[in-house]
């Protein structure tokens, strides 16, 4: 997948950068920065894409063996 690609978000998140990228737009950012601050803010506030691979979904409280 090439870098700045955007098939690895999910529906909701997609629909999320637009509704954020319309309200930097309205402030008068361009078109091209406010996207970029829109996928910006939704990586911070999402951690990034759809995550897949091996050790992911794990219990964040498991307990270590000893």
């Keep these: 997948m090439p870098r700045g690609s955007k098939s690895a978000y999910t529906g909701k998140q997609k629909r999320k950068a637009e509704h954020i990228e319309k309200g930097y737009k309205r402030k008068g950012v361009s078109t091209k920065e ?18 897949s691979g091996s ?12």
């Design 34 to 51: 406010a996207e970029r601050r829109a996928w910006a803010t939704v990586n911070k506030q999402e951690g990034g894409g759809k995550k």
């Design 55 to 66: 050790g992911r979904g794990g219990s964040k409280t498991a307990k270590k063996k000893k």
